[in-house]
C-alpha cells in the first residue's frame, strides 16, 4: 500500500510531525480531501492546508467594480494592486487585512461589507469552492439572484467547515477621494448609539466610530470616507440625525483608538459595555452587528442543531475537522 | 417535464392515499381541510402563464387532492411527519401569485395553505425588527408597519396578491430594491417545518459558521415549509423625490445608473425603459379605468374579445414584422425615486441629477416618475385582459454584472423576438450590476400552437440569457418553468442541492418536480 505521502503525490510535502497540502487546482484539492477521507484523516488535525497555491489574480472589471482573485492571495497585496486601479476593498475591520482572500470569504464576520442603509452583503459576489465529497461548486452569476437555497452559503461565511474556497469574485468600491472625522457628544449612551442605528438607517456609512464616556457626555468620533460629495451629503446627515438625539457637535475629532482583540458583537452588547464605563471603537458598522474592540467576548453559543445536521451530510467523515 | 393538464370539468377524486389519511389530517387541523373540487381547482395553479393559457383552453393543471389550513407550527409538523408516513406531497401554498408553476400539484397531494400564519408583532424599535408570519399578506404587512412610522421596504408589484412567506420562498424582489434589498437582504432569522416534520428556527448574527437562512430561503417548498419570519425594519420615510430623464440610448442610460451607484449614491428607485417600453409606459391606463369582466357591457363581454383575438394572431402572431418596429423608437425613460430623510433626500436627487445631465439625460421634472409611481401596480389589471384576447404575455426576469448587462439585452431580444413582441426594462440596480426585466407578447395562429410557441420562447430567451452571462432568474424563481435551466446552470453544485433535499427532505414529499428536485 501507498503511504500517504505517495498517494497525495507532489500536493503534499512534510512538515515537521505533519503534512502541508498546496494543491493549485480545485481538482488536485479534491483528491486530496478524497485521499484524507479514505483514511480518516482531517485538516488541523496534523494535516495543514496552504492555499498560496491559488494565487491567481484575475480580471479586474472596472464597470462592475469586481475581480477574480484566488483564495491564496494575501487581502493586504490584493488591496495594494486595486488601489492602483483607483478601487478598494472598503473600510474593512483590522483583522480582514491579514487574512488571505479564502479566509476572508469564509469568516462568519470579516467577509462581509456595509451597504446603504446599514445592510450587510457578502464581500464575495461569487464563490467557487470544493465540497468535502469532491464536488466543486461555482455559485450563480449576478449581483442577485432567486435560483434556488444560497449554495454559496456554504461557503461564503462558512468557517471552512462545509467546505473550501478556492476563488471568488470579489466586490470593489472607488478608491475614497476624502476622509472626514467628527466628534458629537451625548446625553447617554443610548442616545449616542440611537442617532448612529438612526444615521445608518437614513443611509450614512461609517469607516469607523469610537464612543467614550468624557464628563457626565459621551462622546461618539465618527469617521466617513467615500467621494468628496458622499462624504458632505453623508456628514450633513449624520449631524441632522445626531442632532435629532441630544447630540452637539464638538468640533473634527482626532482619530482616537481602543486596544484590543475585535468581534462581532450585537448592538446590546456594545451597550452593555458602555454602561460598564468601557470605551469602544466599531468597524464594518451595520444595523445588525458591527465588529467591536473594547467590548468583552460572547459567550460560546455552541452550534445549533441545523448546523450539526448539514456538517453530518456534508462532512460526515470529518475530513475538514470538526465542530467545536 | 412534460405536465398534462386535465381536460373537461370534473377532476378525478382524490388519491387513495389521501382519503385514507383525510380524517387523521383533518383531526391535526380541527377540521380545517377540503378536498371540494371548487378547491382543489383553485389551488391548482399559480399565476403562471402557461397555467393560465390552459384554463382559457378549458383544462386544468394537475390539482391538489386536498387542500389543508394549519394554524400553528405544531399542526405543520403534524400534518408533515403524516404526510411523510404516508408518502403524500405536500405543496406550501402562499397566496399563488408566483409566475412559474410552484404551486401546481404535480404528483397530486396537499395544498398546505400558510396564510393563518397571519400575525404581525409588535416592532422593536431598538433593533429595528419585526417577527411576522409567513402567511401574513404583503399589503397588509406594509400598511401595519406604515401605521407605526416603519417600512419593510418591500414593495413587489404582486403586494397585494402575495404572502411574506411566498417571498421568502422564491426570493421576491420589490421596486424598492436599489435601496431596501431583496426580501433576503431583509431577513434576520426564518422558522418553520422542515420536510423531515422537525420545526426549525434559525440563529442571528454573530453566527459561527453559515446564514443558515440562506440555505433554506429560494427552496421554493421544496426543503421546507416558513411559518414565520424576523424582519428589519426601517423608519417610514420622511420624504420622496422624484426625477425622469430622457436619455438617448438603452446603453448611455445603463452607464448613468451605474454612474449614479457608482458615486455612492442610493435610490429606492431607478429604472430604464429601453426605447419600446418606454412608448408604451406613457400611455397606461389607470387602474379605476379597467372594469371587471361582471361589470362589462355586452359588446365588451362577448363582441370585443373575439375581435382582440383574431387581431392578436394577425399582429402579435407575426413578432418578426413587429418588433423591427422598435428600431423607429430611439429614446429610454430613466425614472428615480430617492428616499429617507427629507434633505439627504433633496442632496441625492440633485448629485443624479447633475451626472444626468452631464451625459446628455433631458431632465423631464418630476411629472413622469410620479405618474410611474401612482400606476405602478397597474400590471396586475394589465394582465387578466391581454390573456382573454387570446395571447400569451409573459415577463423573464435576470441579472448580470454591468459588463454583460448590454449583451444579455442584446441577445435576448435577438432570440426571443421571432417568437414574441420583446419589451424591456432594467430595475433593481447594484453597485457590480443590474436586474432585466424582459415582457413578451406573443400569439399564434390557434390555441394549439400557442403553447409551443411559448416553451420555444423560453428555452431560447433563457439560453441566450446564460450563455451571455446572466444567471436564471432574479426574483421570479424556478419553479416548473425554468427547472431544467436551473439544474443545467448548477454543475456540480448539483449535488450539493440533492444532499440539501436529502437532508431537509429525506423522503421527497415537499412540492415535488420544483426546482427539478
Ligand atoms: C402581476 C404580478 C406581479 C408580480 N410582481 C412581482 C414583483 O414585483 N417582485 C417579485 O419578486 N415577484 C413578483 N411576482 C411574483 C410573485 O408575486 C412572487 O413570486 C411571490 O413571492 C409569490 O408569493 P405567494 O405568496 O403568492 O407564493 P405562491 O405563489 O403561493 O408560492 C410561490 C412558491 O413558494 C412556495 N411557498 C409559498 N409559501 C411558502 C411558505 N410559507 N413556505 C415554503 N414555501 C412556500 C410555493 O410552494 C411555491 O413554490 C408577481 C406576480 C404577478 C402575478
Request: charged share 25%; proline share 5%.
Amino acid at each position: 500500500m501507498k503511504t500517504l505521502l505517495e498517494s497525495l503525490g507532489s500536493i503534499a510535502r512534510q512538515a515537521g510531525d505533519g503534512l502541508v497540502l498546496r494543491p493549485r487546482s480545485e481538482r488536485e484539492l479534491a483528491s486530496a480531501l478524497m485521499v484524507l477521507r479514505d483514511r480518516q484523516l482531517a485538516l488541523g488535525e496534523g494535516v495543514t492546508l496552504d492555499r498560496g497555491g491559488f494565487d491567481r489574480l484575475g480580471r479586474l472589471d472596472d464597470r462592475s467594480m469586481t475581480i477574480d482573485v484566488g483564495a491564496g492571495v494575501p487581502v493586504r497585496e490584493l488591496e495594494t494592486r486595486i488601489n492602483l486601479q483607483r478601487l478598494t476593498l472598503g473600510a474593512l475591520a483590522p483583522a480582514a487585512w491579514d487574512a488571505t482572500v479564502g479566509s476572508l470569504v469564509e469568516d462568519p464576520s470579516l467577509g462581509f461589507r456595509v451597504i446603504v442603509p446599514g445592510r450587510l452583503e457578502p464581500l464575495a459576489v461569487r464563490v467557487t469552492g470544493v465540497l468535502p465529497d469532491g464536488a466543486v461548486v461555482t455559485s450563480s452569476p449576478g449581483p442577485r439572484h432567486a435560483v434556488g437555497p444560497d449554495l454559496a452559503s456554504l461557503l461564503i461565511g462558512g468557517g471552512g467547515v462545509l467546505g473550501l474556497v478556492t476563488s471568488a469574485t470579489l466586490r470593489l468600491m472607488p478608491l475614497p477621494q476624502d476622509e472626514q472625522r467628527r466628534l458629537y457628544s451625548f446625553a447617554s449612551h443610548a442616545d449616542a448609539l440611537e442617532a448612529l442605528r438612526e444615521s445608518l438607517s437614513a443611509g450614512a456609512s461609517f469607516a469607523r466610530v469610537v464612543v467614550r464616556g468624557r464628563a457626565g457626555r459621551i462622546i461618539v468620533e465618527v469617521t466617513v470616507r467615500g467621494s468628496a460629495g458622499q462624504v458632505e451629503r453623508e456628514l450633513a446627515l449624520i449631524g441632522r440625525c445626531a442632532e435629532s438625539t441630544s447630540g452637539r457637535f464638538e468640533g473634527q475629532g482626532r482619530e482616537a483608538e481602543v486596544d484590543g482583540a475585535a468581534h462581532e458583537v450585537t448592538w446590546s452588547d456594545v451597550a452593555s459595555a458602555l454602561a460598564q464605563g468601557a470605551s469602544v471603537e466599531l468597524f464594518r458598522v451595520s444595523l445588525s452587528t458591527v465588529i467591536a474592540r473594547g467590548v468583552g467576548v460572547r459567550t460560546f453559543v455552541p452550534p445549533s442543531p441545523l448546523m450539526r445536521s448539514l456538517k453530518d451530510v456534508f462532512d460526515r467523515a470529518r475530513v475538514l475537522g470538526r465542530l467545536p | 417535464m412534460t405536465i398534462a393538464p386535465l381536460a373537461g370539468n370534473a377532476l378525478p377524486p382524490p388519491r387513495a392515499g389521501v382519503l385514507d389519511a383525510q380524517a387523521a389530517l383533518a383531526a391535526i387541523v380541527q377540521g380545517r381541510l377540503s378536498t371540494k373540487q371548487l378547491d382543489r381547482v383553485s389551488y391548482s395553479r399559480d399565476m403562471w402563464p402557461l397555467a393560465m393559457v390552459w384554463l382559457r383552453q378549458g383544462r386544468v393543471p394537475p390539482p391538489p387532492d386536498a387542500v389543508i389550513w394549519p394554524g400553528t407550527d405544531d399542526e405543520v409538523a403534524k400534518v408533515i411527519r403524516l404526510a411523510r408516513e404516508r408518502r403524500l406531497a405536500v405543496i406550501p401554498f402562499g397566496a399563488g401569485s408566483g409566475v412559474c408553476g410552484g404551486t401546481v400539484a404535480l404528483h397530486g397531494g396537499l395544498s398546505l395553505d400558510l396564510k393563518r400564519f397571519d400575525g404581525i408583532g409588535q416592532i422593536d424599535p431598538t433593533r429595528r425588527c419585526v417577527d411576522v408570519g409567513a402567511g401574513v399578506m404583503g399589503e397588509t404587512l406594509e400598511r401595519r408597519l406604515e401605521a407605526r412610522g416603519w417600512t419593510l421596504g418591500h414593495f413587489p408589484s404582486s403586494i397585494a396578491m402575495s404572502t411574506v412567506g411566498g417571498w421568502l420562498a422564491a426570493r421576491s424582489a420589490g421596486q424598492l430594491s436599489t435601496r431596501y434589498g431583496k426580501i433576503e437582504d431583509m431577513v434576520l432569522s426564518v422558522r418553520g417545518v422542515l420536510g423531515t416534520g422537525e420545526r426549525f428556527e434559525t440563529p442571528e448574527r454573530p453566527f459561527d459558521g453559515p446564514d443558515l437562512s440562506q440555505l433554506l430561503i429560494g427552496s421554493e417548498g421544496t426543503l421546507c415549509a416558513f411559518t414565520g419570519v424576523r424582519l428589519r425594519v426601517h423608519p417610514r420615510a420622511e420624504a420622496r423625490v422624484f426625477r425622469a430623464f430622457d436619455v438617448p440610448s438603452v446603453e448611455r442610460g445603463l452607464e448613468l445608473i451605474r454612474r449614479v451607484l457608482r458615486e455612492g449614491l442610493r435610490p429606492a428607485v431607478v429604472r430604464l425603459y429601453d426605447p419600446f417600453d418606454t412608448v408604451l409606459v406613457g400611455r397606461q391606463k389607470p387602474a379605476s379605468a379597467h372594469r371587471s369582466p361582471s361589470r362589462r357591457s355586452g359588446f365588451e363581454a362577448t363582441v370585443l374579445p373575439g375581435l382582440l383575438k383574431t387581431l392578436a394572431s394577425q399582429t402579435l402572431g407575426r413578432p418578426k414584422l413587429l418588433n423591427p418596429l422598435a428600431q423607429l423608437a430611439k429614446k429610454s425613460r430613466l425614472v428615480f425615486m430617492f428616499e429617507g430623510e427629507a434633505k439627504h433626500a433633496d442632496a441625492e436627487d440633485r448629485a443624479a441629477a447633475a451626472a444626468c445631465l452631464s451625459m446628455g439625460g433631458h431632465d423631464l421634472g418630476e411629472g413622469p416618475a410620479r405618474e410611474w409611481f401612482h400606476k405602478r401596480y397597474d400590471v396586475n389589471f394589465r394582465l387578466p385582459r391581454l390573456m382573454e384576447s387570446g395571447t400569451f404575455v409573459d415577463t423573464m426576469e435576470v441579472s448580470a454584472s454591468w459588463d454583460v448587462v448590454q449583451d444579455v439585452y442584446e441577445r435576448v431580444r435577438a432570440a426571443a423576438s421571432s417568437y414574441a413582441l420583446v419589451l424591456c426594462h432594467f430595475s433593481h440596480a447594484y453597485a457590480e450590476g443590474c436586474s432585466l426585466y424582459f415582457s413578451f407578447v406573443g400569439s399564434a395562429p390557434s390555441e394549439e400552437a400557442i403553447e409551443e410557441r411559448y416553451q420555444a420562447l423560453w428555452r431560447s430567451a433563457l439560453s441566450a440569457a446564460t450563455s451571455a452571462g446572466a444567471n436564471v432568474s432574479h426574483h421570479h424563481g424556478i419553479g416548473l418553468l425554468k427547472a431544467r435551466a436551473y439544474q443545467d446552470s448548477l454543475g456540480e453544485g448539483r449535488h450539493a442541492l440533492a444532499t440539501l433535499k436529502r437532508l431537509f427532505d429525506p423522503d421527497g414529499i415537499m412540492n415535488p418536480g420544483k426546482l427539478g428536485l
